[in-house]
């Protein structure tokens, strides 16, 4: 699902602003359409799931979880990307025990580039095999 032009959309959703804006400003010097969301129900009411190439999720949000959010998404879109990131190393380690895994996982604060690419790496492993050559 990529926009107009063949460049991937990635949303992101973090209830930390300036998270929001620092991956924004990341993921867009990498040439991404980024989509921001400061929750999960942002993300669900906008109808932007069925739209996007990866998600970047943190965990630990008021209302919708990103656990939640994962099995959400997941729900309507089982092969699409989500990259999980979260201050604090404990909820990570519940990640297991919730079904599917996500692409990755990073705790903040993490090394942009490393983000980076972990995005493009799941973004070429979801795509059919037949388009990647």
Do not use: W
């Amino acid at each position: 699902m990529t926009d107009h032009l063949g460049v991937p959309i990635i949303a992101v959703v973090d209830d930390e602003q300036p998270i929001l804006h620092s991956l924004a400003n990341l993921l867009e010097s990498a040439d991404y359409v980024v989509r921001l969301f400061a929750s999960a129900e942002a993300l669900m009411e906008s109808g932007e799931v069925a739209r996007i190439d990866c998600l970047i999720s943190d965990i630990c949000m008021p209302g919708t979880d990103g656990f939640a959010l994962m099995q959400l998404v997941r729900a309507t879109r089982p092969g699409l990307p989500i990259i999980i990131i979260s201050g604090q190393a404990d909820v990570l380690k519940e990640l297991s025990a919730i079904g599917p895994s996500p692409s990755r996982i990073f705790k903040k604060p993490f090394i942009g580039e490393e983000l980076l690419t972990a995005v493009a790496d799941s973004l070429y492993n979801a795509r059919p095999r037949q388009s990647r050559r």
